[in-house]
């Protein structure tokens, strides 16, 4: 065979094989025997080793696996990968729709889909081909993992029909229950621990260095989500129903899993049908998640910080269990507040086995009417660490003895506060009880603040117990010499430690400000602070006042802000840092114009030219500030298609200038 004919002929085995992959993993049809697939494979496997200059990376072979990994890439996300808003009850429900029809008052469709149980995955095709695959991560980037994602049968290397050129689809990976249970017996025999449950297997399975052994595991992949810079569907049904078309494992509406309602009514009836179903499903689900349906009614509801408005997950009942607590401990976290922990006699539940559970407060204790070695229920909700839900009074031991909160820190003695108002005990020696100190330098180095890689846990518990760092500032004063001679530290991490400290004086100031650790100030109030203030010493010169007044802030932050300052410790640590060399200034921002100086712009609805975020970017690089909703405070409502037609009104009550997309470029010298 000359070397086009071999190219022709793998072009069509790998026609064939992922046509056969797709009816049988993506529509449970069989249309040839195994033998026959198998047949097809050997021979393109054959001729790849052959012509090794022919192997196309999303080959059918790839399917079997074969790349080894040792160290997964870090990626970041192109569109941040968010996670949904839970509810447990129905009540919740209704009150998330009824919030929803405040501002979509019209023509509203939901659409309800199952709550997967596994591993949220992107996946990205260009022109369409399969070009990579990256996990959550932490939600703004995750780890490439595509020689692992490709060994999932139901995930095509190849699309089917129109597809848009370059485009990511977003879905869960999941470990079906007979493949979950397949493994387990597997390791029963060979006397292997058993693992916990499908869910943290699969995300174990999916982080494996050998993509041949994550072959085996028969993974598989439901996608819920298309994300584009510009989208080719208007809603979301559309959008999963044509990823449907290319060829991608989607939920079937004639199955009933995925289905378009338009109430709540609908929204309620699905969750009982699924409440009931779900125990007859192959793999496992642990909710319903329900989506406004409409991209433009999407874009119109927005997002909180961390989830879209427009989604929202309903949790079944979480499993319950009864077990006995056999002490009460108290963990001090980086801001002082000390929690009551539960120690639990070990129990199994909802695939793990618990041995501790968080009391939140003094005040849950007593709610609990908690007593020494009293008999709990347990339960696992949303959130990892399990929740103690009642007490089995029956069960109590007589003269059992009442469980009392603390009266002085666990770590350091200091006596504990517990300030009107408020739930919480907290340690107010901040300098030197060392689990606070522990917990500030995790956070100043995090990521999203200093972002110092290489310092671990133990590390820090190592250079605090020395005496090393008594507060943050003393990072920038760490040598050599004090390193190397710390466990687990040799010549090249201690190097890559002190570039890392070094490389982070170049934060910019909202991380620092962020990396300071300020009660109430997170992520999104350091960059308000940071550009309503432009420096440190303004904000150390703010009144209680000025901080209100500044947008986003309101009483809590602001006293919290004044109360950092006005411990003269503070003062002092900024004064260190600075000199270290830090930044505490915020660089000047490229500004277009000052066409909108002190103008309050809204913007409704969804624009031609550019996206809404694109929009609210340009308003600001004009001078302008970005409202909200409409108020006396509008200066201005830049109407796109499909605005509400209740901002219409309200807009023309006030008064406010109104104007189209057109105008605004042209208004703002962009067009
Ligand atoms: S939509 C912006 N749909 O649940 C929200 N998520 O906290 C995008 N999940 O990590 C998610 N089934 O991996 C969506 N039908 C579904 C889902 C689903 C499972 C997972 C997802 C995410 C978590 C949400």
Known sequence: MDLEAVKRKISELSESLHHYNYMYYVKSESIVSDFEFDMLLKELEELESKFPELIDSNSPSKRVGGTVVKHFETVKHRFPMLSLSNSYSKEEIIEWEARIKKTIEHDIEYVCELKYDGVAIGIRYLNGVFHSAVTRGDGSQGELVSSNVKTIKSVPLTLQGEVPSDFEIRGEIFLPLQEFERLNKERAKENLALY????????????????????????????????????????????????????????????????????VEGILAFIDFWDYERKKLPFEIDGIVIKVNAYNQQEELGYTAKSPRWAIAFKFKAERVETKIESVSYQVGRTGAVTPVANLKPVYLGGTTVKRASLHNAEQIEKLGLHENDSVYVEKGGEIIPKIVGVNIAKRIINAQKVVFIGVCPACNERLIREEGEAQHYCKNTTSCPPQLKGKIEHFISRKAMDIDGLGAETIDTLVEKGLIKDISDLYVLEFNQLIDLDRMADKSVNNLLDGITASKLQPFEKVLFGLGIRYVGETVSKKLAKAFKTMDCIVEASYESLVETDEIGEKIARSIREFIEDEKNIILIEKLKHAGLRFEKEEEVRASSILESQTVVISGTFERYSRNEMKQLIEENGGKNGSSISKKTSLLVAGANMGPSKLKKATDLGVEIIDEADFLKKIKHD
């Open 196 to 263: 916990a449950n499908p869910r943290n297997t699969a995300s174990g399975t999916l982080k494996l260095q050998d993509s041949k052994v994550v072959s085996k595991r028969n993974l598989d992949c439901y996608l819920y989500g298309m994300y584009e810079e510009r989208s080719s569907y208007t809603s979301h049904y559309q959008a999963v129903l044509g990823a449907g078309k290319m060829g991608f494992k989607v939920p079937l509406p004639e199955q009933r899993k995925i289905e378009k309602v338009k109430d």
